[in-house]
């Protein structure tokens, strides 16, 4: 029975090694487990917290789009408004120079008409004789005389 008992206690030894190398082995799977879990929500929050930000910046972008927008649509309606604008004055101008292109013309017919080029003839005379009566007339002693009717 000696043997019997020998084998049987080799037997519970053996299986205590198996038992503690798989006690070993769940031990550091175990770690690797904790420290695997550890990473991830690490990792997990570094995300969440990336995407937090992200969130918080798309908000951002986003309202800078509506405001850009906004002074998209402003600057547009100033444009339309702007582009009237200028062409009433274009068309005012228009006016304007046909009135004056007219208006030279008118001067130009007037100016080639006989009755004018005489009036300007006759101004041109009359300047010429005031400027000698007056030259006659700053230098001439003043005599009294009397009326010819009396």
């Known amino acids: 029975m000696t043997e019997l008992a020998d084998e049987r206690d080799q037997l519970i030894a053996d299986l205590l090694e198996e038992a503690h190398g798989l006690r070993m082995k769940l031990e ?3 770690l690797y487990t904790e420290a695997k ?6 990792t997990r929050n570094a ?15 986003d309202h800078d789009l509506e ?7 402003q600057m547009q309606r100033d444009l339309v408004e702007t582009q009237t604008r200028l062409q009433l004055v274009e068309a005012r101008v228009v006016r304007l120079v046909k009135q004056r292109d007219a208006a030279r013309e008118r001067v130009k017919a007037l100016e080639s008409s006989r ?17 000698k009566s007056t030259r006659l007339n700053s230098s001439h002693v003043s005599e009294s005389r ?4 009396a």
């Open 47 to 61: 995300l969440a917290n990336e995407r937090d930000s992200a969130t918080h910046r798309l908000g951002l972008a």
């Open 67 to 73: 405001v850009l927008r906004r002074r998209q649509e």
């Open 146 to 149: 009397m009326p010819s009717s």
């Open 37 to 42: 879990v550890a990473e991830f929500v690490s």
């Open 28 to 30: 550091d799977f175990s």
């Open 115 to 131: 009755p004018f080029r005489l009036a300007a003839r006759l101004r041109k005379i009359l300047r010429r004789g005031d400027r």
